[in-house]
């Protein structure tokens, strides 16, 4: 287990490198660019990743990922309501527009090699959880009796995880970001087509 | 302009190195394996393909869209009925289920360089073109009375193409099919729920 400082040290190794990736791309960053920004010793790195740069690649991946779902906040862990959907839906175009046709996790997720085991972990993890927070905001809507409580609530927020990875990967290979903004937007009138009161004479099938 | 012959030939290296690429991958297909394959000589790949390895790769990119597009028929231009477009979501997601991890075409497109021009044309192509199937489907539910006219064809088409991706992407990154089927179940039931006789008593706003 490491000491504070020692999580601290690591911690801005990561920092560090994942700032250096952002600016430089992955092929551009040498250990000893990362080693000028963040002020350590080759030997430090050495000692905090023992796996050499997979192992620090796979440590600033998974920071990214965590990025991904901190740029969301404070409006992902809050869907309570269509007004903090909409601010959502706002900040997950706005992130990916700052970001343009260059996803650093994604180009780190290619590097590690995408079908490696840590990788899919990696990423599996990432859908999870960004799932996982879609899902209870649909539940509190459900509870709240803004969504027919009939939508499954999973599965509608994995339809809206690859929703926004598919916007996002045309957005990588295009330089469009209407896909995105579509696949969201659609995904939103999903959700409120499935509020009961929007459908007071709906037959029951 | 090439003779009949000549386009026979040329098709017959791009179907070939499609082949040879499909079984071995980008990396381990050599020039000599797609003469081998095709029955040609490094000559005549140089006369149909004068840029050599790129302008072969891209033409089998080119191909492996095409080919996207092609497992989707009969059904993608026929989406007149919810039987058809039934029929095509099903086909959707058997294609990928039989690709698994491994996407020919996106391969392809990261080899040749994701922001390239040349794979950022050709990505945004098979985009449009997709998008455009889809459009025309939504557009003949509407013309049928099956779907609101209210609905903005274009924009779900986008958006349907987004979640497609996002679904492959998922499925290439993790191994699961779910989110792809999820997907295109959601934008199924907006659809659905965009028909006008579904909706009796819905109050226009």
Known sequence: MLTA????TRRRIIEGAAAEIRE?????TTLDGILGRTATSK??????????KEELLLAVAAREADRV????????????TWQTWDAWRDAVVERYRRQGVNCPLGLLVTEL???????????AQLVDRWQAALRAGIERMQ???AIDAAVDAGRTAAAIVAAIQGGVVILMSTGRIIHL????DT??????????????????E
């Open 181 to 184: 903004e579509a696949a969201l």
């Open 24 to 28: 430089m791309g992955v092929a551009a």
């Open 113 to 123: 090699g995408r079908t490696t085991p840590a990788a899919q972990q990696l990423t």
């Open 43 to 52: 030997s430090q790195v050495f000692h905090y990743f023992p796996g050499g």
């Open 69 to 80: 779902l901190e740029d969301q906040e404070p409006h992902l862990g809050d869907l309570g």
């Open 187 to 204: 995904m939103m009138a999903f959700l409120r087509s499935a509020a009961p009161t929007d459908v007071p004479g709906h037959d029951e």
């Open 143 to 145: 509870v709240a009796g």
């Open 5 to 8: 400082k020692g999580a601290a």
